[in-house]
């Protein structure tokens, strides 16, 4: 299972949606397991990863993109 949190070190808050979704995509793209997010500007609760190569945003229903 993985940690999430924001950049200051608290844990983010995250709809249960939202951290199935980042645990599939912290597993696929091999990260570490204190992963950080940052809340995405405009995105109504949506939060942004960065996976390495690029961004991915996880929405507030699980839904993943780039």
């Known amino acids: 299972m993985y940690r999430f949190v924001y950049s200051t070190g608290w844990t983010a808050s995250l709809t249960p949606a939202q951290f ?26 949506a939060v942004v990863v960065n996976v390495g190569t690029m961004y991915l945003a996880v929405e507030t229903d699980g839904y993943v993109h780039s």
């Open 20 to 45: 199935e979704a980042l645990n599939g995509v912290a597993k696929r793209w091999n990260l570490t397991h204190t992963v950080e997010v940052q809340p995405m500007f405009g995105g109504d609760g």
